[in-house]
Structures are given as structure tokens and as C-alpha cells.
């Protein structure tokens, strides 16, 4: 099983990003997928997790700004990042728990907004 995120790059603050997640291997059935992400000098935080076919959570700091989607048939979760702050500023890591194979991270993808 491999997790190969992308579309981290430079985004201006109000603007928009959209991170990619895509499982390769034997990742069905899909438990859940999601996203964390580590600033400079900071811990790790929870951002956002989809579970089954409608569960979504989100951290409080990105709620009603970000939005997170899984597409089973491609095995890829999405992170639509909106309104950023310079703040989200931070190496994002998406996860996925599958069924079969337990979890699984990819390697992080910077995500830089200036201001």
C-alpha cells in the first residue's frame, strides 16, 4: 500500500488549494481517510478526516474553510483548502485506514501562504 500526496505549493492568503491523496495497492474497502499537517516548530494537528460515505470532522481552525472528499472509485482523498491564512502554512500528511491492509501515511507535501 502506498499514499502519494500532491498539489502543496504557494497559495496567496485568500485563496485556494486542493491537496490530492491517492491509495495504491489492496486499500478496499476504504475505512477512512484524512489529513494532518506540522507547521515549524509546532506539533502535529489533526485538519481533517472523511469515514464512510457522508462522516466528515474537521479541526475547529479550518471548519467552514476547508473540505475534505474521498473518491472511492480512485482510491483518492481531496483536501479543497479555501480562504487561506497564512497560518495553514505547514507540511500536510494525509493517512488512510483501510480495511484490509491498516494505515497507512503518505509523505508530506508543503503547503506555503503568504500574506
Known amino acids: 500500500v502506498q499514499l502519494q500526496a500532491s498539489g502543496g505549493g504557494l497559495g ?3 485563496g485556494s488549494l486542493r491537496l490530492s491523496c491517492a491509495a495504491s495497492g489492496t486499500v478496499r474497502p476504504i ?6 499537517r506540522q507547521a515549524p516548530g ?3 494537528e489533526f485538519v481533517a478526516e472523511s469515514t464512510g460515505a457522508h462522516s466528515t470532522r474537521y479541526a475547529n481552525s479550518v471548519k467552514g474553510r476547508f473540505t475534505i472528499s474521498v473518491d472511492n472509485a480512485k482510491n483518492t482523498a481531496y483536501l479543497q483548502m479555501d480562504s487561506l491564512k497564512p497560518e495553514d502554512t505547514a507540511v500536510y500528511y494525509c493517512y488512510g485506514r483501510f480495511r484490509s491492509a491498516g494505515e497507512y501515511w503518505g509523505q508530506g507535501t508543503q503547503v506555503t501562504v503568504s500574506s
Not at 475505512?31 to 494532518?36: C, N, P, Q, R
Open 12 to 14: 496567496q492568503a485568500g
Open 31 to 36: 475505512v477512512s481517510m484524512g489529513w494532518y
Open 42 to 44: 509546532k506539533q502535529r
